[in-house]
């Protein structure tokens, strides 16, 4: 069995069976298929696609109730999609076990749709992808070629971010979609335990690009030593954090509007850490964003990490190609959304040095799909 694990459901075993099995099962279908068959069931998923799209959009996943059925009358008038298309789209994502006709016109939910009917979060995940990011995807060749920045702004004319500053319900979708993607496979468990955050005693933790304050939160209420302060740009997302549920860590989060390619504010932290925020980027504004970090470590006390906390992109086919197609994906949203990309160790290592050779790695977890880099800047005290 090959290498370690992408996601979350089991624990170690249970993940690197379940990607081995993957490509067992991969590799059969694709030997009873035959090449032909398997790239028009591949090419024509963005249909499949486009029937995920309107489920999501016109909420099928909660017009369904989850204990019996729904006629399909009913559910279109609900959905405000008129019966025929809305018949059209039900069945073709029964094929995929979604729903599933339990007489004629009636549906009901399957293990698969109920699960994106009980999960907000990851149903805006699925939302935002199937919306504003697969608009840039469809448009990818062709920003290659007319060579704009990214495909994103060939399709939508401006920025990830000056869209989402200006729709702020896209915004706020944007931050709860990233609440669910988190919890099914970018999860905490290396910045939880890579760093030992119940021997620091009270601490103040600056979490950098924090989006809603999520994972601040998360942290918080695992470690009551910890006192965070949660940073972004966008008022929108920060005010979704500053609003929701902050029970058991109540005066113990502060929410800050700023922007991380100007210094840093807070100069007196015991941690800082960045999560899924570099990968965003392109070198030259990470090294921008690493060179503000570094101002303000350099007043803290000798010692303080910066925790980068990202997908260690790993080597070629180190992983089973199930793990490995997982990765690449995000590598691929970040190349359509962003006109980024993700890093290897060897890509951390000289960003870092560029943006100040005082930068040293200290420590390295880069076996899941999530990695953990401890940085320090060294000054002559340090
Ligand atoms: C992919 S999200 C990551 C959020 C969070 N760290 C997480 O792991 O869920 C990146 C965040 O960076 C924020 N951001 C983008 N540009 C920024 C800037 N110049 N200054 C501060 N935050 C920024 C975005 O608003 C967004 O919330």
């Given at each position: 069995m090959r290498n370690q694990t992408t996601g979350?459901?089991?624990?170690k075993t249970y993940n690197a069976l379940r990607n081995s099995l993957n490509d067992t099962a991969n590799d059969l279908l694709l030997l009873v298929n035959g090449p032909k068959i398997q790239a028009r069931k591949d090419v024509c998923k963005i249909h499949d696609l486009a029937a995920f799209q309107v489920a999501f959009h016109l909420d099928f996943f909660n017009t369904i109730p989850e204990a019996g059925s729904m006629h399909l009358r009913d559910i279109a008038q609900k959905t405000g999609c008129d019966i025929n298309r809305a018949g059209r789209i039900l069945r073709l994502l029964t094929t995929h076990?979604?729903?599933?006709?339990?007489?004629?016109?009636i549906f009901a939910h399957t293990s698969y749709s109920v699960a994106l009917a009980r999960d907000p979060e990851l149903k805006a995940a699925g939302d935002y992808q199937l919306d504003e990011v697969s608009k840039a995807a469809s448009e990818c060749s062709l920003s290659f070629q007319t060579g704009a920045k990214t495909p994103f702004e060939q399709r939508h004319g401006m920025t990830v971010y000056d869209y989402y500053a200006a729709n702020p319900a896209m915004a706020a979708r944007f931050a709860k979609g990233l609440v669910g993607i988190t919890r099914l496979d970018r999860q905490m468990t290396e910045l939880i335990t890579g760093y030992p955050w119940a021997e620091i005693g009270d601490a103040k933790v600056v979490d950098i690009g924090?989006?809603?304050g999520h994972v601040s939160v998360e942290l918080a209420r695992r470690f009551p030593n910890l006192n965070m302060v949660v940073q972004d740009n966008n008022l929108d997302i920060l005010n979704q954090g500053a609003t929701r549920d902050l029970t058991g860590v109540e005066g113990r989060m502060a929410f800050m509007e700023y922007d991380?390619?100007?210094?840093?504010?807070?100069?007196?932290?015991d941690v800082y850490f960045c999560r899924q925020?570099?990968?965003?980027?392109?070198d030259a504004s990470c090294v921008k964003l690493l060179r503000s970090a570094a101002t303000a470590l350099e007043k803290?006390?000798?010692?303080t990490p910066l925790l980068i906390n990202e997908t260690v992109q790993p080597e070629p086919?180190?992983?089973?190609r199930f793990e490995e197609n997982l990765i690449r994906q995000n590598d691929m949203l970040l190349l359509v959304a962003f006109g980024a990309k993700q890093r290897t160790e060897e890509d951390y290592r000289a960003l870092l040095e560029q943006a100040d050779?005082?930068?040293?790695?200290v420590k390295v977890c880069s076996e899941g799909s999530m990695g953990l880099l401890e940085v320090h800047l060294q000054t002559n005290t340090a």
């Amino acid at each position: 069995m090959r290498n370690q694990t992408t996601g979350v459901r089991g624990d170690k075993t249970y993940n690197a069976l379940r990607n081995s099995l993957n490509d067992t099962a991969n590799d059969l279908l694709l030997l009873v298929n035959g090449p032909k068959i398997q790239a028009r069931k591949d090419v024509c998923k963005i249909h499949d696609l486009a029937a995920f799209q309107v489920a999501f959009h016109l909420d099928f996943f909660n017009t369904i109730p989850e204990a019996g059925s729904m006629h399909l009358r009913d559910i279109a008038q609900k959905t405000g999609c008129d019966i025929n298309r809305a018949g059209r789209i039900l069945r073709l994502l029964t094929t995929h076990r979604i729903f599933r006709e339990v007489e004629r016109d009636i549906f009901a939910h399957t293990s698969y749709s109920v699960a994106l009917a009980r999960d907000p979060e990851l149903k805006a995940a699925g939302d935002y992808q199937l919306d504003e990011v697969s608009k840039a995807a469809s448009e990818c060749s062709l920003s290659f070629q007319t060579g704009a920045k990214t495909p994103f702004e060939q399709r939508h004319g401006m920025t990830v971010y000056d869209y989402y500053a200006a729709n702020p319900a896209m915004a706020a979708r944007f931050a709860k979609g990233l609440v669910g993607i988190t919890r099914l496979d970018r999860q905490m468990t290396e910045l939880i335990t890579g760093y030992p955050w119940a021997e620091i005693g009270d601490a103040k933790v600056v979490d950098i690009g924090a989006g809603n304050g999520h994972v601040s939160v998360e942290l918080a209420r695992r470690f009551p030593n910890l006192n965070m302060v949660v940073q972004d740009n966008n008022l929108d997302i920060l005010n979704q954090g500053a609003t929701r549920d902050l029970t058991g860590v109540e005066g113990r989060m502060a929410f800050m509007e700023y922007d991380f390619f100007t210094p840093q504010p807070v100069t007196d932290a015991d941690v800082y850490f960045c999560r899924q925020v570099l990968h965003n980027w392109d070198d030259a504004s990470c090294v921008k964003l690493l060179r503000s970090a570094a101002t303000a470590l350099e007043k803290c006390r000798p010692g303080t990490p910066l925790l980068i906390n990202e997908t260690v992109q790993p080597e070629p086919g180190t992983r089973t190609r199930f793990e490995e197609n997982l990765i690449r994906q995000n590598d691929m949203l970040l190349l359509v959304a962003f006109g980024a990309k993700q890093r290897t160790e060897e890509d951390y290592r000289a960003l870092l040095e560029q943006a100040d050779p005082r930068f040293k790695i200290v420590k390295v977890c880069s076996e899941g799909s999530m990695g953990l880099l401890e940085v320090h800047l060294q000054t002559n005290t340090a």
